[in-house]
């Protein structure tokens, strides 16, 4: 069984900087792509960010380019979304996701999902 599990959320000004992790048990991490999506208030779920299962390639939102950065830990099992320049229009719910065969990050169907970490950027 997969599990995901997402930390590093809180309240943060705009301007910030926060780092998400989510750690992965249930199977061997490094096989597989990761990503992390993300749920605003009255708002689908949205892509935010990709990495492949060897970090080679990540994949962005044009919203988050150049300010949010994924990478991965393939030895703590952990992948990371590193948040700077924070906008108030950021605050949501953060998924991390996997898929439940190989992909290369982009155009992934994304089976296992962790529980949600809250970022709230104030103003």
């Known amino acids: 069984q997969v599990q995901l599990v997402e930390s590093g959320g809180g309240l943060v000004q705009a301007g910030g900087s926060l780092r998400l992790s989510c750690v992965a048990s249930g199977r061997t991490f490094n096989n597989y792509a990761m990503g992390w999506f993300r749920r605003a208030p009255g708002k689908e779920r949205e892509f935010v960010a990709a990495i492949s299962w060897d970090g080679g390639s990540t994949y962005y939102a044009d919203s988050v380019k150049g300010r949010f950065t994924i990478s991965r830990d393939n030895a703590k099992n952990t992948v990371y979304l590193q948040m700077n320049s924070l906008k108030p229009e950021n605050t949501a719910v953060y998924y991390c996701?996997?898929?439940?065969?190989?992909?290369?990050?982009?155009?992934?169907?994304?089976?296992?999902w962790g529980q949600g970490t809250q970022v709230t950027v104030s103003s």
């Open positions: 996701a996997t898929p439940a065969d190989y992909c290369s990050g982009y155009g992934c169907s994304w089976d296992y």
